[in-house]
């Protein structure tokens, strides 16, 4: 079998000689040996066994840990701290599964897409077969409605007219012959031909895109993020723990007990929820998108969008409406702009539901001549013949005479007009052409001879929420840039009406730069790129995100699908392809680009609250760790246990969720995770926390004179209320006094939580208790302390001149 390119290049007996085939089809036993050959007609699946997916979250370093230190709870009979630790790794375990199990998978909608019947000639006969069973060399029949069900070289026939708009992105259908090639997955709109099978599977243009699809890997922010938090916290944890279990074994202490304190110890220093809060918090968030009719197929792609600051907007469908409409006609010969679209109409067929043809017809209305051409009767219509490249038809009022349209060149051909008229017409065209217009030429007959009547220009128009879109993505700091598969004129055109820009980079030029510097310069300063097709969509993406940018790119087709993948945020727009929507990461329910300045608004917000918990998480570790390890180091004390410490664990990260619901002010610019933001100012302020609960200690033992076990509910019950008041200070930018306030239900939740943890310590529930004083007392002081720590971040923030 030769490659599919050479098959465009073959005669029709060549290709049915290399496929070993002729116009009488395959044998039913020919065609089971080359199913074997060649495997069935679909998308191969790539499943995973759920239980395998689901152990996986149990498996790798911090499950280990976690799992080691229920182990050795077990193994010394502290059943408290075993099962809390077992329900909090199988917390974890159960969320991600359930992230993971939301992710769609891209290769089983894209099989979908493939044609469920195809006509075939199998041992002489024609029968309807699944499409999967087609092979190589088998004949079809290909009809009006019908899906080429495989690539395919056309042998007979007189033509087909087939939308290739969701392969391609070209919004005209394309006229095939005998000898073309047509491809799986496109839309048959009309003719009926016989065609011999090239191509099946991953070995068709439809597989290709597939291949591109799944070469298109990319690593989100988010999980860049969650990566350099955990190496930063888990070597900080490693040194200081270790220097723990070996200041115990120094003292003789039970090594049982020392490694499973240090376990626990890292267990609370190494934030192993920080995923799955996020997770559910992005999850919330997409239920927010959702009502914004932008529907999120995976959670992490609430983050890239919040950053996003490069925009690539496929054109048809997206910012135009992917509809003809007819411009200003030009008229000639004495003929005015309504005669042009009279004659144009007469030469149309409205029931061949031709693109062209409906375009001319809806503009009657526009000239008034509705009534007007109901006083004429078409008697005999010829279809757009691609030989002749017009269409015909002979009409009837109180004369007979015939109309023709189509390509402008042709129509002139057809008339006796003067030079003059020629070069008058020539000009016109290059002129629309020039304005993004394709021009059509309309001819009538007078006394059995042609008559030249006029140009009538065609585009396919902006929608009309586009510009102020385009200006609404603009103002938060997003730049938009056209992708389209059109001629660099109309590119330009269509651009300037929606107020991108003119700067139009045709895919020639790009391709013609030698170095990725050049590449990169000119992906950025475009406003946008004409003449593109699937493969150079993922090169632009590429080229921009080596540039340094975060890249979204909406698209509706088949051929949109890699670059929809490789992209940072994947847009699918309103009605686009199964694996278009399966490629992306969001959905758009309603058409235009509007919903996307939305959405846009809203991950931000949704990343503003992921921020104040990351470093709300890193400053508790950094506060519980250092205390800890301090005390134990320098005064020989275990300041709390180790169940207060998974304890400490669950007060502070479950409750938290309602973090996804807090109040936030909308950045008017993109955001993105600045690492060196987050861990310098969670790090300071985990210092001034470490700071307080010393000096609280010092108070509980040496003022307070209260029992090591007192002191460990005392310092367990500020460091619960505390720890949770943080979230207050982080979740502001200025002062946390200073608007938006906090949402009821996060500001609740705080309070009931730590209303939970004061009666376990003043009930002594797995703890010493120690009363509503002392407990009152550490609640004063929290808060005290908080506002310290507010000014403390505030004066962080304007030091590394962020405020």
Known sequence: ???????????????????????????????????????????????????????????????????????????????????????????????????????????????????????????????????RELVPGDIIRLRMGDIVPA?????????????????????????????????????????????????????????????????????SSFQKMVIKVGDYLIIISLILVSIVFLVAIHRHESLVEAMRFSLVLMVAAIPAAMPAVLSITMAIGALNLAKRQAVVTKLVSIEELAGVDVLCSDKTGTLTKNELTVGDPVPFNGYTEADVVLYGALASREEDKDPIDLAIINALERFGLKDAVKKFRQIKFRPFDPVIKRTEADIVNEERFRVAKGAPQVILDICDVPDDVRERATEKVNELADEGYRALGVARTRNRKWDFVGIIPLFDPPRDDAPKAVKEIRKLGVNVKMVTGDHIAIARHIAKILGLGTRIVSMSQLLKAKRDSEVERLAEEADGFSEVFPEHKFRIVDALQRAGHLVAMTGDGVNDAPALKKANCGI?????????????????????????????????????????????????????????????????????????????????????LAIAYDNVVTPRKPVRWDMYKVLVLST???????????????????????????????????????????????????????????????????????????????????????????????????IAWMLVIDEAKVIILRRMEIL
């Open 1 to 131: 079998m030769v490659a599919e390119k050479d098959y465009k290049r073959m005669s029709v007996d060549d290709v049915l000689k290399e496929l070993k085939t002729s116009n009488k089809g395959l044998s039913s036993e020919e065609a089971r040996k080359r199913l074997e050959v060649y495997g069935p007609n679909e998308i191969p699946e790539k499943k995973v066994n759920p239980i395998i997916k689901f152990l996986s979250y149990f498996w790798g370093p911090i499950p280990w840990m976690i799992e080691i230190a229920a182990v050795l709870s077990a193994i010394v009979r502290h059943w408290a701290d075993f099962w809390i630790i077992m329900i909090l790794l199988a917390m974890n375990g159960i969320v991600g599964f359930w992230e993971e199990h939301k992710a769609e998978n891209v290769i089983e909608f894209l099989k979908q897409k493939m044609a469920l019947k195809a006509r075939v000639l199998r041992d002489g006969e024609w029968r309807i077969i699944p499409a």
């Open 151 to 219: 690539d395919v070289k056309l042998i007979d026939g007189d033509y087909l007219m087939i939308d290739e708009s969701a392969l391609t992105g070209e919004s005209l259908p394309v006229d095939k012959k005998i000898g073309d090639i047509a491809f799986s997955g496109s839309l048959v709109k009309k003719g009926e031909m016989t065609a011999v099978v090239t191509g099946t599977g991953m070995n068709t243009y439809f597989g290709k895109t597939v291949q591109l699809v799944e070469s298109a890997k990319t690593v």
């Open 572 to 656: 699918a727009v309103s009605g686009a392809t199964d694996a278009a929507r399966a490629a992306a990461d969001v959905v758009l329910l309603q058409p235009g680009l509007s919903v996307i300045a939305h959405a846009i608004e809203e991950a931000r917000r949704i990343f503003q609250r992921m921020e104040s918990y990351v470093i709300y998480r890193i400053t508790e570790t950094i506060r519980v760790l250092f205390f800890v390890t301090f005390a134990i180091l320098v005064f020989n004390f275990y300041p709390i246990t180790a169940i207060m410490i998974v304890l400490l664990a669950l007060f502070n990260d479950a409750p938290i």
């Open 684 to 782: 300071l302020l985990g210092f001034v926390g470490v700071v307080s609960s010393f000096l609280l200690f010092y108070i509980a033992e040496r003022i307070l004179l209260l029992s090591r076990p007192e002191i460990q509910s005392f310092i367990f019950l500020k460091l619960a209320v505390a720890g949770h008041l943080t979230i207050f200070v982080t979740r502001a930018r200025g002062h946390l006094w200073q608007k938006p306030y906090p949402s009821k239900l996060l500001f609740w939740s705080a309070v009931i939580t730590k209303a939970l943890a004061t009666l376990i310590v003043v009930y002594g529930i797995f703890v010493t208790p120690i009363g509503w004083k002392l407990a009152g007392l550490i609640w004063v002081y929290a």
